[in-house]
């Protein structure tokens, strides 16, 4: 399908994983598409893989958290495409892996900046651009799983995860009356670098949880955003999908 034909997208931390399997994703439904990663290497790399399919793509090196970063990270899309009408804010980080209380302050305050601040910034700055198109435009924030029922050792990553739901709905609600529609996605299991620890877990308990019996794959979370940037979801805003298997998810 090519719903996105004429579209320009940015997806943040998509050099690898879940975020390069959305910006492949995008593209092959017709968008032109900004890729970033605070790693150039990483950048590089994945430039070399879409260009194998001569699709219409641009990488910046981009640290989410850093403000000059993103303003050129937004410059140079426009500068390249002219437009923006979709933006997946998919960046995070977790340096405390550890029950909640144990969370150090500068580990809560990177998760924090990374996971949260960053995509409320990109919402944020995004919007002169998408309002220049008059014809709206598409947010997704990527959260997890965990935003919903957050694991012993995952304690403020969780929590930074659930903020994003609240951002989600926060944001959607300011922004429908323009046509631009802000969803989220809350993935479980996918099978990543960013959850190896998990997938490696002795005794399978992590995989016993879910009903489908497997993990999931990041193309499969890429088909998702793109439904929800295409016109296929143009009456909805403001939800989280939660893809994770039958994973249980409930606040």
Not at 13 to 23: E, K, L, N, P, R
Not at 134 to 141: D, H, N, Q, R, Y
């Amino acid at each position: 399908m090519q719903r996105l034909t004429g579209k320009v997208a940015i997806v943040t931390a998509s050099s690898y994983g879940i975020g390069f399997a959305i910006a492949k994703r995008l593209a092959e439904e017709g968008a032109c598409v900004t890729i970033c990663s605070r790693d150039a290497a990483n950048v590089n790399r994945a430039l070399e893989r879409l260009r194998e399919s001569t699709f219409n793509v641009l990488g910046i090196q981009c640290h989410v958290a850093n403000a000059s970063q993103r303003k050129r990270l937004f410059d140079e899309t426009i500068q390249r495409f002219g437009r923006l009408d979709i933006l997946v804010s998919n960046a995070a980080t977790n340096p405390a892996v550890k029950p909640i209380l144990d969370c150090e302050e500068s580990a809560w305050d990177k998760i924090f900046e990374v996971n949260v601040k960053s995509s409320f910034f990109l919402v944020k700055e995004a919007l002169p651009y998408m309002r220049k198109q008059g014809a709206g435009g598409s947010v997704v924030i990527v959260s997890s799983i965990v935003g919903y029922d957050p694991p012993k050792n995952l304690g403020a990553y969780s929590v930074s995860k659930t903020a994003l739901l609240g951002l989600t709905k926060a944001a959607s609600k300011q922004l429908s009356k323009e046509g631009i529609r802000v969803n989220c996605i809350a993935p479980g299991i996918i099978e990543t670098r960013f959850s190896s620890s998990l997938i490696r877990e002795k005794g399978g308990k992590a995989l016993r949880a879910i009903a489908m019996g497997r993990f999931g794959k990041p193309d499969e979370l890429a088909g998702v955003v793109a439904f929800l940037v295409s016109d296929d979801a143009s009456y909805i805003t403001g939800e989280t999908i939660v893809a994770g298997g039958g994973l249980a998810s409930r606040l």
